[in-house]
């Protein structure tokens, strides 16, 4: 994880498409697609809105290694719909996870880019997110991990939002975005006071994976290179043991999210949040690398 | 209608429910016995406090009263919109509450939820769809967005969208399309103690729940892509 | 959206791969899929695109690409989201490539 990564060598995760991704974070080689391009359909819900699909309606699933370790995979492409999950993309995904439950991997990579439910299928999208829903929790149950990868252009919004957090942990770059509606929805319904979506340097410090890293919503930050996603799943992956299903973690969690509701009350930005969290300087934050970010982490008050 | 009336027609043996800043919980008599009511009324915008009010009342239930079955009243206008939810990750909050029902299912706790009034995306993700079975009152309104707002972001005339709606229940608004897609067991004329019951002895008698919404969704021909989807990749 | 069906005469393509997919359907872009055809000195090209009235840039861009390229006995599908000439005869000899094996 703290090998330096040359900069020139880095090949961003933001930017590449979900084909590359997967072909860069698992195991050279080791990929095998299900329902591979030649042997789909695109959405014939787009068809009849006169909208050109795609033959993996934006979601590519297989199997393949990572560390050398057996793996199921999901990858979201952000550059096909917004990654917006329909029927055939939330059910691939679907039969994607009862598969791991049925083959137990080392674990499931769910490479998320999507602002959620796809409007065009939005009944198909949304019942589909909770099947995914669902089935993340009855894989985890089953013993699988199944380990969110947050870094693409579109993030982890709405319905994949959630799945996010249901996962076992999410890797996620300073690049990544993670929530629940999007800015845009927001700044639409509850104006352009309540949070300006053109503002970037804003959206990050809300939404960001720095943000979300401070705040304990995601395990692991990595910078937005694919090598580093791959690092970042492998050391997360290492030694996991997936917890049984109980109320002693819930509660957990429970007291964790209601402690943090009360301490940071009131507050609308991230600058506010990395103050009381006692960061001497919140406004150099945004300008950290990944490695101080985490080491400053470490030394922040428990 | 009210809410009262709601919760008088589903348990006339008598109901302990009370509604603090929009959330509903409490308790109800049935003729098998105690059942626990929780949800929404408003319709509410869910936020963390809702989120972790209901969430903890879920693991309260689990751990003091083991097996009780969990009635879920559904009224909600979807995620509260505010940038300060949004900082605290409020799909964080919302996962914690499907977490917290899928929980119950697993510990023994049967569960049904009633959509009473709305029932809109991220709110009704984190417990409405949770639940082992969904139902809707007939004057429910489910959905994603309406199709005036989904012709503006999809720039697709409404015309359009309102003419396909009349052959696909792919994605206009109605109880009806999530009915034949799966997702809604069945639509209630009004809130009945009998449907109510019937429905919560059915899932007893079921044993643990499983995810059959895509089962039914194909056999009520309203989603007919996902299962074979689903098969083959379970087949590849 | 546009459906357009082409046919053209070409050198037989020498595959190395069952099919190749290469692009996107994003803004500006497209995906190309190359699959065996029925005659091995021919290619036939389906093309769904969103931009409207294109036809006849779309018949002279791919005739270019098949009378320069040993295309024969494939079958070409393109999902198309307005990408420009430039990058559909890009897309077209990076699909090829990859469904030859380079060894076009």
Redesign the interface.
Known sequence: MNAPINPSRRHSYFEA???NRVAAVLDAGSFTE?????ASQ?S??L?????????DDGVI?GSAALGGQPVLVIAQ?G??MGGAVG??H???I???L??AM?EKPAAVILMVDSGG?R?????????????I???V??TR?AGVPVLALVGGSCG?F??M??????CSAIVMSEEGR????G?E??ET??GVE??DSKDRALVWR??GGK??YL?G?CAELVEDDAAAFRQGAIDVLAGWTEPA???AT??A??DR??S??QR?A?????LE?WAALGVPDPRQIPIMDRDSLVALRKGLPA | MTLHDILDALFPAGHAVEVSDQLVAGTAQTATGTVAVLGTTGPAAIGHDIALGLAGRILDIVDRHPGRPIVFLVDTKGQALSRAEELLCLNGSLAHLARCVDLARRQGHVSLALVTGEAVSGGFLSFGLMADKTYALADAQVRVMDLKAMARVTKIAHERLVELAGSSPTFAPGAENYQRMGAIEAIWPAPSASLLEAALANQAAAGPATDGRMASGRARDGRRLAADVVAAVLAA | MENLEFRFNAQPARPAAGAALCGVVGSGNLEILIRPGDEADACTVSVKTSARGFGKIWEAVIADFASRHPVGGTRIAINDMGATPAVVTLRLGQALGDYTGGAQ
């Open positions: 498409t979900a084909r299900f329902l591979p391009p030649e695109p014939p819900h068809a009849v809105l006169d909208i050109p699909g795609a033959f699933v492409e550059q096909f029927e055939i939330g059910a691939k679907v039969g994607l009862r598969r049925a439910v409007l065009h299928e939005a009944n198909a999208g949304l019942i589909a997110i909770s099947e829903m669902r089935a929790l009855d149950a982890a709405g319905g939002g959630i799945v996010s957090r249901l993670l929530a629940l509606s800015p929805v927001i319904v509850a309540e949070f809300v939404t943000q979300r705040t919503d299903p109980s109320s819930l509660r969690e429970q999210l209601t943090r509701r940071f009131g507050m609308r930005d991230g949040v």
